[in-house]
């Protein structure tokens, strides 16, 4: 019993740990990135021109030292019209308000992309709001650049030197051999939709037409395939690229990664995932010249992934941090150059994954379109072996029950009838143990004064009466990777997100909102976190007091009197915890309850028999 009392001990600890980092670090980030991006806005308001750094103007690319920067493999300066560098014309967000668009319909996103530099930067979610108030403003993925939750997409092509001159000079102006952040395509369609790809043509004027096909599923999934046919005499050399630029920091979140989450940067580089910190990427950046499957940025419920076409050598890939007076970070690949001769085209075709980390939907394009490792892109953890299976629970009993939370009392029965074996020893060691306490307390009194004489007559006392004092550890030492493999499967799976119970539980992820301490609402008062202590969370303190007064009292009452505070500890360290864990650890401990006192019954009535 000592080491079953160290292990709840332990958890309780582990436990308080995560939430003094959830209340002491992770909230105050959050709440000063919030001040943040409110400052931010209102300095764009007041200054329009000040926009996301991230593509580059038209015009002559700089060579040197600064070309080493820009979308364009090594070994040769960008040509005129390439996106260059790091920095963004200042015209883009100013031409983006009044540019053509292409909307955007499918059965879960709506939106639009700009023709302006063919930008894919308006995009919300139909079937996600921020909130569980039904009013409650739909989830936006992209913003257009400038906006102070700038997030968007673009594909293009970087053109090298010609073999001989093409651009035309007219009245002072040069033709730029590549379409670059500017430039304005043509469509051959208004509304982009499932049933309707479209088509983005532009001509530059020197023998070379390109053209962007654009094409969306009835999910997250765009097909991007690029195209340019050479109709001059001369060859073109060209690289394509693809990009995603988001406003540093994310919105809501403080721009370190969460202790217990991956948030930011990731991808599959080669064949392994790789998590990239925020911090890491604003100190040294990350670059990649092998294999890239897909790379992009998560948040814990979103992402944005660029998947490059894997028909065709890679020449780079980056995940980089761009200061100034807008910071950034962005995710981009540059494929190898491509050599189009006269007459030639050259063709590739890339994937954008833009939406909800629906777990289905990630492991159908995993195995649909052989994207490595996609389904890493949701943060199962360490206890992956766990998580994968108890999620898999949860939405079988989703689908008979309709309900996550009968689905967790569902699985919690499941896990407690595998475990039945163990936790019956357990339970049965437990009724012994309580049987010979009185033994127990007389040899404590004899041997007060030698403590070592006092041990090697316990453990006679146990090997008599066929006691294991360490059984009552097994069912708590198995219990703790379940329980943090739930809690995982709840705080980062979005089919959890904003799922009710029933009565006041309207969200399976958050935390029980019902407290007796403003008289469940009664009073127009918001109490402190740390005592809005819910309903569940006290009912898991009752069962969890219950279950202690049915096993055996400890020997020191220092001890004793610790045991009986945890009930206590651990129903202010849950309050704050999702109420479906919550739920599943009352539910446990009152199958517990019932299952000891069947047993520990039983062992009475039959003690009394032999």
Not at 349 to 364: P, S
Not at 502 to 516: E, K, N, Q, V, Y
Not at 539 to 546: C, E, P, R, Y
Not at 549 to 569: E, H, S, W
Request: proline share 6%.
């Amino acid at each position: 019993m000592g080491e079953n009392r160290n292990l709840l001990v332990a958890l309780g600890l582990s436990l308080l740990v995560m939430l003094a980092y959830d209340q002491l670090y992770l909230k105050p980030q959050m709440e000063a990135e919030r001040l943040r991006s409110e400052q931010i806005a209102a300095e764009e308001a007041a200054n329009p021109a000040g926009t996301d750094a991230t593509l580059a103007p038209q015009g002559p690319a700089p060579q040197g030292p600064a070309a080493s920067q820009d979308l364009t493999p090594r070994g040769a300066a960008p040509a005129a019209g390439a996106d260059t560098s790091d920095t963004l014309t200042a015209n883009m967000a100013a031409n983006a308000a009044n540019a053509p668009r292409i909307a955007i319909k499918t059965p879960a996103l709506e939106g639009s992309l700009s023709l302006r530099g063919a930008v894919l930067d308006d995009l919300v979610l139909v079937n996600h709001r921020v909130s569980v108030e039904g009013d409650a403003d739909k989830v936006r993925l992209l913003a257009r650049p400038g906006s102070a939750e700038s997030h968007y997409i673009r594909f293009g092509w970087t053109a090298q030197t010609m073999t001989q001159t093409t651009a035309q000079a007219t009245n002072g102006a040069i033709t730029p051999l590549a379409p670059a952040a500017d430039t304005l395509w043509r469509a051959d369609g208004d509304t982009l939709s499932p049933d309707s790809p479209v088509t983005l043509t532009w001509d530059n004027g020197a023998g070379q037409t390109y053209t962007m096909t654009i094409a969306v599923d009835d999910r997250f999934l765009f097909t991007v395939t690029q195209t340019v046919r050479n109709t001059a005499a001369t060859t073109l050399t060209v690289a394509p690229y693809g990009l995603i630029s988001r406003r540093d920091l994310p919105q809501g979140f403080g721009g370190d990664d969460m202790y217990i989450l991956d948030i930011g940067p990731i991808g599959v580089f080669g064949d392994s995932y790789r998590h990239i910190s925020y911090e890491d990427v604003r100190e040294d950046g990350f670059e990649e010249t092998g294999s890239v499957s897909w790379l992009g940025f998560t948040d814990k419920y979103w992402m944005t992934a660029l998947v490059p076409d894997q028909t065709t050598p890679l020449a780079e890939a980056h995940i980089r941090h761009i200061g100034g007076a807008a910071p950034s970070f962005r995710a981009d690949f540059v494929k190898n150059w491509q050599r189009v001769g006269a007459g030639d085209s050259v063709t590739l075709t890339h994937r954008v994954y833009a939406g909800a980390k629906i777990v289905g939907v990630i492991d159908d394009y995993e195995t649909k379109h052989d994207i490595t490792l996609f389904d890493r892109a949701i943060d199962w953890g360490w206890f992956y072996f766990l998580t994968r299976p108890i999620f898999a629970g949860l939405e079988f009993f989703f689908g008979l029950t309709g309900n996550f939370g009968v689905a967790i009392l569902l699985l919690t029965v499941l896990i407690k009838l595998a475990l039945f074996p163990l936790a019956n020893k357990s339970y049965v060691s437990m009724a012994h143990m309580k049987k010979v306490q009185p033994k127990l307390k007389a040899l404590q009194e004899r041997h007060k004064d030698d403590k070592a004489r006092l041990q090697q007559e316990m453990m006679a006392l146990y090997q008599k009466e066929k006691i294991n004092p360490l059984a009552g550890c097994l069912p708590i030492v198995v219990q703790i990777p379940v329980f943090f493999a739930l809690y995982k499967v709840l705080f980062v799976t979005i089919e959890m997100r904003h799922q009710p119970f029933f009565g006041w539980i309207r969200d399976l992820s958050a935390p029980d909102p019902l407290t007796p301490v403003n008289l469940f609402g009664l009073i127009p008062w918001d109490p402190p976190t740390f005592i809005a202590i819910g309903i569940w969370p006290i009912l898991m303190g009752v069962t969890m007091w219950l279950q202690q007064k049915l096993n055996p009292a400890q020997m020191d009452p220092t001890q004793q009197r610790i045991m009986n505070l945890l009930p206590i500890i651990f129903t202010f360290i849950l309050a704050n915890f999702a109420a479906g864990l919550v739920i599943y650890w009352t539910w446990n401990s009152l199958l517990s309850v019932a299952q000891q006192w069947v047993i520990m019954r039983r062992e009475e009535a039959r003690s009394g028999t032999d």
